[in-house]
């Protein structure tokens, strides 16, 4: 059988290392996501930290050394659900959100738009972020599939091998047999 394979990616980044986000506008109001289990935490974590620890060519990007460690943030975590759910139940694939009753954050903060990422990420409580990014996509069953995807595609690669993050967390969410099975959604940040 042949999947659909849809990624997406964006960040918001700066070259400038005195930068600073100001400060967030947006009173947080934590989506209510499912727990994940520990030993799940920790699955993540070390597949994507075994990535970040060789260096690698992210296409026409050029070369990233190794980079450091990420830790999981629950934060991360909430905002990457809260999409992989918005996306999955809507069936809309990007980086917005639907701007539907799935679309936690337009929801709660009243936003007359489908929530970005920006805004998904502060209103699960990272409100204090100097840079942040997002990758997405649809298709891939496990961990093991969706970083492979994701390596091989220039931007999510160059997400993923940032020195500059200190934090992530990511979400599949869906049901096996569905149109496009499982939505993933991976966010990244560092702190001000």
Known sequence: MKHILLIGCIAILTACTTYHYP????????YPAS???????????????????????????????????????????RSSYEHSR???LTRQFGHNGSHKESDWTAKVQHLAHGSSF?????NNGYTK???????????????????QHWLQSEGHC??????????????????????YDYYWTQDFASHQ
């Open 158 to 179: 160059k997400n993923i091998m940032n020195p500059e993050f200190e934090v992530f967390g990511m979400a599949r969410v869906g049901r096996q047999g569905s149109k």
């Open 118 to 122: 920006k805004e998904r990420i502060e």
């Open 86 to 88: 918005d996306m999955w």
């Open 129 to 147: 972020w100097r840079h942040i990014a997002e990758n997405i996509e649809s298709g891939s069953h496990s961990i093991d599939e969706v970083m």
């Open 23 to 30: 400060v967030s506008t947006i009173r947080p109001h934590p």
């Open 35 to 77: 727990s994940l289990r520990t030993q799940q935490i920790t699955h993540y974590v070390d597949i994507v930290n075994r990535i970040r620890a060789k260096g690698r060519r992210c296409g026409n990007a050029g070369y990233f050394r190794a980079a450091p460690p990420l830790r999981w943030s629950d934060a991360l975590y």
